[in-house]
């Protein structure tokens, strides 16, 4: 080797840092988008409770207290790109405080009043009835974007000071200022330029749906695959809360498969109902067999997590703590899951099965949004057929491949796990 060569040689490095950099502050958005997506099962069961079918008049005819919790409900689901705002900064920001928040609160609110400078068409006044003005609405994307603008310019300059005679403004009360003039900045590119973004999105949920009972499925895999390096929040968000458009009942726009649903879509559900069988029967009964084929002296004990596990994921739809107890030590069964998750995804919505959560997939929000829900019976049968071949193929494949699953493992890591 030359010495050019040898100088040469380590150059490819800073590259791969900066690509594994760039994944780490991936994953590091999509943490940061649960802090706001964890506010939605309030909003849901709010707007349940306001429902017509439950305080309303066609529940128990209490049109005032309904008209409340739906008021309620509809502030926290009409505000979600805010909500996506505030919290992503909080999430994404090192060390946040409230300052962060108010950042993001001022910049966010520039940036939507802005966008209504940029009309897509103007208000009609009539002699019956007066049509308001059209804005372009990036929704919860937009939210997004302020938000990390928020953390990132948070953490440059919330400790900058400034000359003396301006020491008023130094460091946590200068970035909402700051946000004020990002926020006008953005609001008016948004405004220029989000009609084609806008368009894109919409043709590319145009597209899925279009797939049918195979977008179903190709977004049920694409979730549940993106899940170990962290980074499945994206494409929730987008499929949840960007695709698609409904007018609700207020004459409101809602986007999104979930907030379309909890709106009353009757078209809405597709990215949802199909994980209610994995959820709720699927990964309970991967619990069990993980428990069965475990060791006869370990068996106790594993089943005694893995039952804890299972009702988990089927009350709550919380699955993470049973995913992750198979993921790494054997993937094998992880992509098995991933496959068995699309092909719920796909046989629910071919069957008509339209159904939807606010927080997850479990007996909860299966049992809230029982009216709202479209065939929602069919979650039974279909669970079950999948909760038996959860059991048979984790079984079957453990067992073949003496696969390292919980209480499987050899007696010396064991003993060292015990040890320490």
């Known amino acids: 080797m030359t010495t050019a060569t040898a100088a040469a040689a380590p150059a490819p490095a800073p590259a791969k840092k900066r690509g594994s950099a760039v994944f780490q502050g991936l994953q590091k958005v999509g943490r940061s988008l649960q802090l706001p997506i964890a506010v939605l099962p309030a909003a849901g069961l709010m707007v349940r409770l306001g429902a017509k079918d439950v305080f309303g008049q066609d529940g128990l005819g209490w ?78 994307f937009g939210g997004i974007i302020m938000g990390l603008l928020s953390a990132v310019l948070w953490q440059r300059y919330h400790r900058k000071k400034l000359v003396d005679w301006l020491g008023f403004f130094n460091g946590r009360r200068l970035v909402p200022i ?9 609001g008016v590119i948004f405004g220029l330029v989000w009609k084609p973004i806008g368009d894109g999105i919409t043709d590319v949920g145009q597209w899925i749906t279009g797939l049918g009972s195979g977008g179903a ?20 968000t987008v499929a949840w809360f960007q695709l698609g458009d409904f007018k609700n009942a207020s004459g409101v726009v809602v986007h999104g498969d979930l907030t379309r649903f909890l709106a009353g879509d009757p078209s809405a559900g597709m990215f949802m109902s199909g994980f209610f069988p994995i ?14 084929t475990a ?8 089943l005694g997590m893995m039952i804890s596990l299972a009702l988990t994921s089927f009350v709550t739809g919380v699955t993470e703590p049973i995913e992750f107890s198979f993921m790494f030590i054997a993937p094998l069964l992880y992509v098995i899951h991933v496959l068995l998750t699309a092909a719920s995804m796909a046989l629910t919505w071919s069957l008509g099965v339209h159904d939807g959560f606010s927080f997850s997939a479990g007996v909860i929000d299966y049992a809230l949004n ?13 669970g079950l057929l999948f909760g038996a ?17 919980p209480g499987r493992e050899p007696e010396e890591e064991v003993d060292d796990l015990t040890k320490a």
Not at 389 to 405: A, H, S
């Open 370 to 382: 029982w009216h709202i829900a479209t065939r929602p019976w069919l979650i039974i049968p279909i």
């Open 63 to 140: 049109d005032k207290v309904a008209s409340v919790f739906d008021n309620a409900g509809g502030a926290l689901t009409g505000a979600l790109p805010l909500l996506f705002c505030v919290g992503v900064a909080i999430g994404f920001a090192k060390k946040s405080d409230g300052s962060t928040a108010l950042a993001a609160l001022v910049g966010f609110l520039v940036y939507s009043k802005v966008l209504q400078a940029f009309p897509v068409t103007d208000a009609v006044i009539t002699s019956k009835a007066d049509i308001a003005a059209t804005y372009n609405d990036p929704g919860v």
């Open 178 to 186: 700051i946000m004020a003039f990002v926020g006008t900045l953005v």
């Open 279 to 292: 959820m709720m029967f699927g990964l309970p009964a991967a619990a069990l067999a993980m428990a069965h």
């Open 389 to 405: 071949i959860y059991y048979g193929v984790f079984r079957y494949v453990i067992v073949k491949f003496d696969l390292k699953t």
């Open 217 to 236: 499925a190709l977004f049920g895999a694409v979730n549940r695959g993106l899940i170990p390096v962290g980074m499945h929040q994206f494409v929730n």
């Open 295 to 302: 060791r006869p002296e370990r068996r106790k004990a594993v």
